[in-house]
């Protein structure tokens, strides 16, 4: 089973098998639609994982905007007692359009298409994409290579690693005390 | 927070909580300006045509490898102003640490009070532990002439013995302070979750 977060409402990690499954999904269908970006996100804005034509930091940007336009856009659902919570959201545009479809309750897909690909196209492979990312999301958090949880908190357990985290943040944003 | 153990990365998000015009989007802003581009993102502001957040404002930034994890921050704001309860509940989602900016101005002491029970409440809907939950005080607009004393500040604010920072955000004091001491206690936690 996946590790939840204490609200029991979000999974709290990705194994290496589970990204490596999601991250293959989302090149193929990159590939077969020709689309600009594919990117799973989660509900609280992080892009989990992409393909396509936009850097890291645009990429991050694109997703926190996503999730709130969803998460509001869930609200307008239950306002007016739609009970999809309107799962799929298509903006359409002259150049570039975007279609956002939920994963799982915690995950959801954006894709940004051109001309290049059909909306038609993009909803029928999507629907086989997700069924892929539905099932390596729920492969389980632990990571079957043997890299569990463990490793992870013997990384952040180690002095060392909070005096160099307090050391960069210093050389980042200075260091001054409270009061 | 999320784990990516594919890529040792480690996201964790940490809002700016507090009534309108504390000060959030300023410290946020402060933040932007002064932190290495090459750390950090744009930074995305949903404004209304009067200035005033109307979603959130956002910004991420990394500060490198340590040890082979990769952390990344997420810096959130959420909107003060009342009528946008269900939007301080959507940002609050997923969320490891909270930095609240309290408006130290006298006429204001009422609005800090609510959206610290606006906040408290919310954490709890989350079934998050206030008490033991990686929370900061900022007490801001130290430079106002009718600025609360801290003592009485603290007395109405700061029912959990959290940290707690005077500061001036759109001079830049005690802002870098708060995010570093949010962050620290945000990794602590994470390091008991995992």
Same mark, same amino acid.
């Given at each position: 089973m996946t590790e939840l977060l204490p609200d029991g409402t979000k999974p709290i990690s990705l194994s290496r098998e589970q990204f490596s499954a999601i991250e293959q999904s989302l090149k193929n269908f990159y590939r077969k639609t020709k689309c600009g970006v594919v990117m799973l996100s989660d509900e609280s804005g992080l892009a989990v994982a992409q393909s396509g034509r936009l850097d890291a930091a645009k990429m991050a940007l694109l997703s926190t905007l996503a999730a709130g336009n969803y998460a509001a856009t869930a609200q307008m659902a239950n306002l007016v007692s739609e009970a999809t919570g309107f799962d799929k959201q298509y903006h359409e545009g002259r150049e570039n359009s975007i279609y956002i479809t939920g994963v799982l309750q915690t995950f959801f897909l954006v894709i940004v298409f051109g001309k290049e690909s059909t909306f038609a196209m993009i909803r029928v492979l999507a629907e086989k994409l997700i069924e892929e990312l539905r099932t390596a999301l729920e492969l389980g958090g632990a990571d079957a290579s043997g890299t569990p949880a463990s490793e992870i908190r013997m990384h952040l357990e180690q002095q060392d690693f909070q005096e160099e985290l307090s050391s960069r943040l210093d050389s980042i944003l200075g260091s001054k005390g409270n009061v | 927070m999320f784990i990516n153990y594919g890529l040792n990365q480690i996201d964790l998000k940490i809002v700016y909580y507090g009534p309108g015009f504390s000060g959030k989007t300023t410290n946020l802003e402060w933040a932007h300006a002064h932190i290495d581009p090459g750390l950090r993102s744009d930074i995305l502001n949903l404004k209304t *045509?009067? %200035?005033?957040?109307i979603f959130f404002d956002f910004m991420q930034f990394e500060v490198g490898k340590i040890k082979g994890l990769t952390p990344k921050f997420n810096l959130y704001t959420v909107p =003060?102003? %009342?009528?946008y309860t269900v939007s301080r509940k959507i940002i609050l989602? =997923?969320? %490891?640490g909270i930095i609240y900016v309290a408006d130290?101005?006298? +006429?204001?002491m009422r609005d800090n009070l609510f959206t610290l029970i606006d906040l408290v409440k919310n954490l709890r809907a989350n079934k998050h532990q206030v008490e033991e939950f990686p929370i900061i005080f900022q007490y801001n *607009?130290?430079?106002? +002439? %009718?600025a609360v004393p801290l003592p009485v500040l603290r007395k109405t604010l700061n029912r959990f013995s959290a940290p707690e920072f005077e500061a001036c955000a759109a001079k830049g004091e005690g802002v870098f302070e708060c995010l570093k001491t949010a962050i620290e206690l945000v990794v602590q936690r994470v390091t008991k979750l995992v």
């Open positions: - | *045509k009067e %200035d005033r957040t =003060g102003q %009342d009528i989602n =997923g969320v %490891d130290s101005g006298a +006429p204001r *607009k130290r430079d106002l +002439p %009718d």
